[in-house]
C-alpha cells in the first residue's frame, strides 16, 4: 500500500513538474513530503542512473562506492568588431570581423571512487582543437583527484585552474557577461598541473589554498626545477559564498565576501609556455614590449602578482570587483616591469531570477613606467536565464579604449573599438 501511494505521488508531481525542472524526481517528492528521508535514502542507493539537469547523468555502482557524472556545455557565440581607423595607413590598417564561433563545448566527467572522500574531475574542452589548429592550451582542462581528510584540510593533485583570481576561479557557465573582464585574462596564470592543500574553515566562514604547480601552464611541462607557487585566502563574513556572479539565487540575506592571492613564478625570457599573463595580448606581452631596458634574452625572469576581490549580493543585486598589481624582475639584466589593473561590475535582476542588466568598468595598465599606454573598457550587458545557469542568452556592447601606446593599429592616436556579442549557452 505504502509503495502504491510512492507511485501515486509520482505520476502527481510528475505531471506538476512540467518538461523543464533541474530536481530530480525523488528530491521533489521529498520535498513535497511524499516520501521519508529514509525512503530518499534507499532510492538513491537503488538508482544507478540518474540525471539532474547541470550535473548531467550520474552512474553509481551497487554497492556506492563508486560514482561517475557526465555532462556538458555548450557556448556558442557571435561577435562583432567594428576597429578604430583613426590610424590607418596603406600598410597597416584596421580590419573588422563578424564572427560566429563555438567558443565552448565542454564535457566533463568527475565523481568518486572507492570512497566519497576520494573525488576526482576530467574536462575536455573540444572548441581548443576545432578547425584543426590547438587553441588555449589543448583539449585537456581538468585532471584532478582530491582526498578529503576532512571539509577543512583536502588534497588535490593534478591539471586545475591556479586559484589566484575570483573571476577566474568562477567557471567559465557562471559569468555576468559574455566573457570576463579583459583584466582577468591579463593578469592570471591560467591552468597547471601540480599539487594543492585547500579547505573550508567554519563552515565556509574562512577558504584557503596553497599550492605548488610546474609554472609554465596547461598542459606543458618543463625540465626546469622551478615551480611556481599560488596562495588565496577568501573570508566570507555573512556565511560562504559561491563562485557565481550574477544573484541569480536571489539571496534572501546580504553575502559578503573578501579574497587575497599571491602567485610567484620564474619563468625564462622567450620559454615556450601556455600562461595567460605570458601572452602577447596581457600585462607582460604588452609591458615588455615598451620597456625601455630590454630583458635579455633567455634571461630568468622572477614573476610576482598579487590581487585583492570584493563581493557583495543580495536580493538579486550582486557587486564584484579585482584588483591586480604584477612584476617581472630579471635576475641577470636587473631590469623591471611593473603593471596593475582592476575591473568593478554590478548586476540586478530587473525580472527577477530571469532578466539581468549589469555593468562592468575595467583598466590596465601594462607598464607603469611608460605613460599614454592605457587599456580602459566599459561594458554593458543584458542576460535572459531560461533555466538558471543552465540555459540562459547573454549579450553585451564593449567601449574598448586603448591609448596610442597600444592603440589596435599602432599608430599616433588612442583608439575605441566597438564589440557587440551575443551567446547563447546550455548545460547538461
Request: glycine content about 10%; charged content about 20%; cysteine-free.
Amino acid at each position: 500500500m505504502k509503495r502504491l501511494g510512492v507511485l501515486l505521488g509520482v505520476a502527481l508531481i510528475a505531471a506538476q513538474a512540467g518538461p523543464v525542472s533541474a530536481k530530480s524526481l525523488e528530491d521533489v517528492l521529498k520535498e513535497k513530503g511524499v516520501i521519508t528521508e529514509d525512503d530518499y535514502k534507499n532510492i538513491q542507493k537503488s538508482s544507478p542512473i540518474k540525471y539532474k539537469l547541470g550535473d548531467g547523468f550520474t552512474f553509481t555502482s551497487a554497492d556506492g562506492k563508486f560514482s561517475t557524472s557526465i555532462g556538458g556545455v555548450y557556448q556558442l557565440r557571435y561577435t562583432l568588431m567594428d576597429l578604430d581607423d583613426v590610424n590607418n595607413t596603406a600598410a597597416k590598417r584596421a580590419q573588422d570581423y563578424s564572427k560566429f564561433e563555438l567558443k565552448r563545448i565542454k564535457l566533463h566527467f568527475n565523481g568518486y571512487a572507492y570512497s566519497p572522500d576520494l573525488t576526482y574531475k576530467m574536462q575536455l574542452n573540444f572548441a581548443n582543437i576545432a578547425g584543426g589548429t590547438t587553441n588555449n592550451g589543448g583539449l585537456l582542462e581538468f585532471a584532478w583527484l582530491n582526498y578529503r581528510l576532512r571539509d577543512e584540510i583536502q588534497l588535490r593533485f593534478g591539471q586545475d585552474k591556479v586559484q589566484f583570481g575570483r573571476q577566474w576561479i568562477t567557471s567559465s557557465d557562471a559569468q555576468q557577461f559574455v566573457d570576463t573582464s579583459a583584466v582577468t585574462s591579463a593578469f592570471v596564470p591560467g591552468y597547471d598541473t601540480g599539487v594543492m592543500i585547500h579547505g573550508k574553515i567554519a563552515g565556509g566562514l574562512v577558504n584557503y589554498n596553497i599550492g605548488g604547480y610546474g609554472g609554465v601552464g596547461q598542459n606543458t611541462y618543463r625540465t626546469t626545477t622551478d615551480n611556481s607557487f599560488a596562495a588565496r585566502l577568501a573570508v566570507n563574513p555573512l556565511g560562504d559564498v559561491k563562485y557565481s556572479e550574477s544573484d541569480v539565487e536571489y539571496s534572501v540575506n546580504p553575502l559578503v565576501s573578501f579574497g587575497a592571492n599571491f602567485f610567484r613564478d620564474t619563468i625564462y625570457n622567450g620559454e615556450t609556455n601556455n600562461l595567460f599573463f605570458a601572452k602577447s595580448t596581457s600585462w607582460y606581452g604588452l609591458g615588455s614590449s615598451l620597456m625601455t631596458k630590454k630583458f635579455s634574452a633567455g634571461e630568468p625572469l622572477d614573476f610576482n602578482t598579487a590581487g585583492a576581490d570584493a563581493v557583495f549580493k543580495w536580493r538579486g543585486f550582486s557587486a564584484t570587483g579585482e584588483y591586480f598589481f604584477a612584476e617581472a624582475d630579471g635576475q641577470t639584466s636587473k631590469n623591471r616591469l611593473r603593471a596593475d589593473g582592476f575591473y568593478a561590475q554590478a548586476g540586478y535582476f530587473v525580472i527577477p531570477k530571469t532578466v539581468e542588466l549589469a555593468y562592468r568598468y575595467s583598466y590596465i595598465d601594462p607598464n607603469r613606467d611608460v605613460t599614454n599606454d592605457h587599456w580602459v573598457e566599459n561594458t554593458g550587458a543584458v542576460s535572459w536565464y531560461i533555466n538558471k545557469q543552465n540555459l540562459k542568452i547573454q549579450a553585451d556592447y564593449t567601449n574598448i579604449h586603448k591609448q596610442a601606446a597600444i592603440a589596435s593599429t599602432s599608430g599616433k592616436n588612442a583608439t575605441d573599438d566597438q564589440q557587440v556579442r551575443f551567446q547563447v549557452q546550455m548545460q547538461f
